[in-house]
């Protein structure tokens, strides 16, 4: 399966691989405008028209951005749900992945993690809480 994916890596064309990177910056730039609802939408298109080798770290990033969604929309179990899948996702990743340090953002998660114990409603969470993906 590890050759079949390289393989179709490095069948990519030039055009394929410029739109990869562009998606992923888009869905950056929405993330970093907390417009996570269209960072998700950005980053599944990502991971749903291209079988990427780190297709897990973006579907960690999909999770992520999904997991503040539910947040304010008042849906804790969610919000705790989504959060617990992406850090199974990013685990698997280290040091600096797509210009992200692996590390740094599961602390920040962690961080994110305990508030969502003590938010019993999306006012009572510390919105500065949410990893930057820098």
């Known amino acids: 399966m590890v050759n079949i994916i ?19 910056q888009i869905g950056l730039k929405h993330y ?26 973006i579907q960690g990033l999909i999770q992520l951005a999904v997991s503040f969604v539910h947040l304010g929309n008042g849906n804790m179990n969610g919000a705790k749900s989504l ?4 850090t199974e996702k990013f685990e698997s990743f280290f040091g600096i992945h ?15 993690r305990r508030a969502y114990e003590v938010a019993n409603v999306p006012d009572d969470f510390d919105w500065n809480l949410v990893p930057s993906l820098d």
């Open 6 to 24: 390289a393989c179709r890596i490095q069948l990519l064309s030039v055009t394929e691989q410029i739109k990869i990177e562009e998606l992923f």
């Open 32 to 57: 970093h405008s907390r417009d996570f609802f269209e960072a998700h939408e950005v980053w599944e298109e990502l991971w749903s028209e291209y079988y990427l080798e780190d297709r897990k770290f």
């Open 83 to 86: 959060l617990r899948k992406c």
């Open 98 to 112: 797509r210009g992200i340090n692996v590390q740094i953002l599961l602390d920040n998660i962690e961080l994110v």
